[in-house]
């Protein structure tokens, strides 16, 4: 017998359109291109403001007065390092997987290492937040520095979030470009409301699975192209069209072929992505960079973008999100290919921890419906009569 016995349902495909919660951390305007966390811009917070500044603010709800603030930068800086076990979890994996799926396996490693992993109150949410979010950035740097040959790195607990970083990773003390754009990078990450991967951690986290729980599975669904692995394949894109002047022929081949163009396109946004507005400010400075690399990557971005946005902005609201810039300003900054989408998540540990406090506020279970069109009631066949 077929089934499909109930009317079909509205089915909204991909979520479109539906609500799971009410929040007060992020509010994406994906008309008007704005982004805000907790009533802030993000431009005013890149101008302003540091990454642990807007931990604070994503975690509490409001800008910390000067003491807790100094607190906050405190335990994220105490918390930096890394269990050895953790250390050599990184080494064994190194060449084998992706570093993505490295950053997965070593941050739900870390509930191994922390005593408050089965408490579940409010305070030890807070606490074991930012434990995560310092260990999931050394965590990432400690992969790029043993894929790039080096040893572990102690971090330096006198320096910043995004200095101490770029220190773990390449072993000496960035310079001021490479840590403004690693500032913003951490800013401009760090939270995006209800997208695929907070989603997914929401999911984890609704069955009262426990914050490692919840950010392993952020970390999971933030791997995909079509999500935070796009900041990779774009770059990807670039080095494939090769020369600024194959740009317009690669583009047109691959949209006349229906590929997408990783690095555009949204969801949400039907204008400009605020992110990748703060992005391409980085990107227009390096248009006569001394490095080769950066001058070509700089070039096809440039041209594809104006390329993109001829052909698709206006017409089909198809714009650059942040993934599309990221690639060229990453590898101006010296930062290796396999790291981006590994530093999306190390920034977004911030939003992904504030949504799962602020929805166990009032949990329920996610458990969405599905619409059944196969069979029903078949009789069942013997092994040896099918
Ligand atoms: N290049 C060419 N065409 C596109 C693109 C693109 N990047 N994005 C969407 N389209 C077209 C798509 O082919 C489809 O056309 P048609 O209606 O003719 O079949 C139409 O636009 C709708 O696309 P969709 O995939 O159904 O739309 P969506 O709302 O599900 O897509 C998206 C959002 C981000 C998955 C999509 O735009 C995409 O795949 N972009 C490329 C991947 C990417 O850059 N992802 C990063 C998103 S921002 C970072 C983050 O927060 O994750």
């Given amino acids: 017998m077929i089934g499909m016995a109930d009317a079909k349902p509205q089915i909204s495909s991909g979520l479109e359109g539906v609500y799971i919660a009410e929040s007060s951390i992020c509010r994406v305007d994906g008309q008007a291109g704005g982004l805000y966390y907790r009533g802030y811009s993000i431009d005013s917070l890149c101008k302003n403001s540091d990454y642990e500044e807007v931990v604070h603010l994503l975690l509490h709800g409001r800008l910390p007065k000067a003491q807790e603030l100094a607190e906050t930068k405190k335990v994220l800086a105490e918390s930096r390092n890394l269990p050895e076990g953790v250390v050599s979890t990184i080494k064994h994996m190194n060449g084998k997987a992706h570093p993505m799926d490295t950053v997965r396996t070593a941050v739900s490693m870390l509930s191994a290492y922390d005593p408050e992993v089965a408490d579940s109150s409010n305070e030890a949410n807070m606490r074991k937040s930012l434990r995560i979010i310092s260990r999931t950035a050394s965590i990432v740097a400690t992969i790029g520095r043993i894929a790039a040959g080096g040893e572990y790195v102690a971090p330096d607990n006198s320096m910043s979030h995004s200095e101490n970083f770029l220190y773990m990773l390449n072993g000496k003390k960035p310079t001021p470009q490479q ?70 022929v690669y583009i047109t081949e691959a949209l006349a072929g229906k590929k997408k163009i990783m690095g555009f396109g949204h969801r949400v946004y039907k204008a400009y992505d605020p992110r990748a507005k703060v992005i391409k400010t980085y990107l227009l400075q390096m248009q006569d960079s001394s490095s080769e690399e950066v001058k070509r990557l700089t070039g096809i971005a440039l041209r594809a973008e104006k390329l993109m946005i001829d052909k698709l902005g206006q017409s089909h609201g198809i714009w650059p999100n942040v993934d599309f810039f990221a690639g060229p300003v990453y590898r101006a900054a010296g930062i290796p290919a396999e790291i981006f989408t590994p530093i999306f998540a190390a920034s977004r540990t911030a939003g992904w921890c504030a949504h799962m406090m602020e929805y166990w506020e009032n949990n329920r279970l996610f458990r969405p419906l599905e619409y059944y069109t196969g069979a029903i009631d078949l009789q069942y066949v013997p092994i040896d009569k099918r």
């Avoid at 997208?195 to 599975?217: H, R």
């Fill in 179 to 248: 840590l403004d754009i690693m500032r913003d990078m951490f800013i401009i990450h760090a939270e995006h409301s209800s997208n695929a991967s907070t989603f997914g951690t929401m999911v984890a986290g609704s069955t009262l699975a426990d914050i490692y729980s919840a950010v392993t599975a952020g970390i999971a669904v933030l791997k995909g192209p079509l999500h935070g692995g796009a900041d990779e394949a774009a770059l990807h894109m670039m080095n494939e069209i090769g020369d600024p002047d194959n740009t317009e």
